[in-house]
């Protein structure tokens, strides 16, 4: 696998559910710090939605605390995020970023295609 991959969108109706997963290639000799979720609504800028870091520190938007959370896992390289309580102005294209680090303190970050999440009321 060479890139970051989103899965895990669909259409849900207002209160539901849906889970984000996202999967980040290995890179060699880099590590990865951050792990982001990011969100775009049509004719909207992209937003960030939830931060976590290698230690498992979590950062939340405003607008999602309470009903969603992120996690990950360091072995396989995944991020997920638990949506709850959804609702329509949830409705965007979800993107997961990736920030690697090596031992230099070089970094990068990579984007993946993205996902639909589709909220109806």
């Known amino acids: 696998q060479e890139q970051v991959v989103e899965s895990g969108g669909g259409l849900v109706q207002a209160g539901g559910s849906l889970r984000l997963s996202c999967t980040a290639p290995k890179r060699s000799t880099f590590n990865i710090r951050n792990m982001r979720w990011f969100r775009q609504a049509a004719g909207n800028q992209r937003e960030l939605v939830a931060t976590?870091?290698?230690?498992?520190?979590?950062n939340y938007a405003d607008f999602v605390k309470g009903r969603f959370t992120i996690s990950r896992d360091n072995a396989d390289y995944t991020v997920t995020l638990q949506m709850n309580s959804l609702k329509p102005e949830d409705t965007a294209v979800y993107y997961c970023?990736?920030?690697?680090?090596?031992?230099?303190?070089?970094?990068?970050?990579?984007w993946g295609q993205g996902t639909q999440v589709t909220v109806s009321s």
């Open positions: 970023n990736v920030e690697y680090i090596d031992s230099d303190g070089f970094g990068f970050a990579s």
């Open positions: 976590i870091n290698s230690a498992g520190s979590t």
